[in-house]
């Protein structure tokens, strides 16, 4: 049975943030999927930590946070077989369970990009154009030191793939945003026509109040004579 070296995964960590050229230096290419997933999972937990508290709570947003954790680990499996299959097409003979790795080693870049895309304004931009090549750096990296592949042609290959990969985040977050300010639109044309509503009932509720007062008014009168 696999066993999960606790030690291993902050020492990872360790690398990855101070050292993150040596990150591949002497890399366990074989050893099982558990330790990899563990070490995905508890970065993705992080990262939907990051994200429920510098978000505004609401269940959605909550619902959400939950919702990241297994779409994380995932897309980690799916990412791995995309990138895989083009290390092969480069000339790798390393497997699947290599190119996995290679993505797990690299998954502190999930909490990270949590922490930078819930700063007000830019975060999410710094995240769909910078980070990219963030990851794109790491992964020229793996394709080198772990799958042995030609630089330049991984260079290139990865290099239209990263900015194929921007265009299309950017095209999607400007899309998000203008749906978003078509949504607080609509939210505050409803808000107003509510309160216009409700000042016409006020109005109404005034004057039928008027109108009770003036009729009683006139009924005493007439009582009166």
């Avoid at 791995?80 to 290390?87: C, E, G, M, T, V």
């Avoid at 502190?108 to 710094?126: A, D, E, N, Q, R």
């Avoid at 009932?201 to 008027?210: D, F, H, S």
Wanted: charged share 20%.
């Amino acid at each position: 049975m696999e066993k999960i070296r606790w030690d291993k995964f902050v020492e990872n960590t360790k690398v990855f943030f101070t050292s993150p050229n040596a990150i591949y230096d002497n890399f366990e290419k074989t050893g099982g999927y558990l330790e990899p997933v563990v070490y995905i999972a508890l970065m993705n937990v992080f990262g939907s930590m990051i994200f429920s508290l510098g978000s505004l709570f609401s269940l959605s947003n909550l619902l959400l946070s939950v919702i990241i954790i297994p779409i994380g680990l995932i897309s980690s499996f799916i990412t791995a077989a995309i990138l895989h299959f083009i290390w092969v097409f480069l000339g790798s003979k390393e497997t699947y369970e290599t190119s996995f790795r290679c993505i797990a080693s690299i998954a502190p870049l999930i909490p990270i990009s949590g922490i930078v895309y819930i700063i007000p304004f830019i975060g999410k931009w710094i995240t769909v154009l910078i980070f990219p090549f963030i990851f794109y750096y790491f992964i020229i990296l793996a394709s080198v030191n772990v799958h042995n592949v030609d630089q330049e042609k991984a260079k290139k290959v990865f290099l239209v793939l990263t900015l194929i990969w921007v265009f299309f985040s950017f095209v999607g977050n400007v899309k998000w945003s203008i749906y978003q300010r078509k949504i607080r639109k609509m939210q505050k044309e409803a808000e107003q026509r509510m309160k216009e509503y409700q000042k016409q009932m006020e109005e109404y509720e005034k004057k039928m109040k008027e109108e009770y007062e003036k009729q009683l008014q006139q009924q005493g009168n007439i009582e009166s004579q």
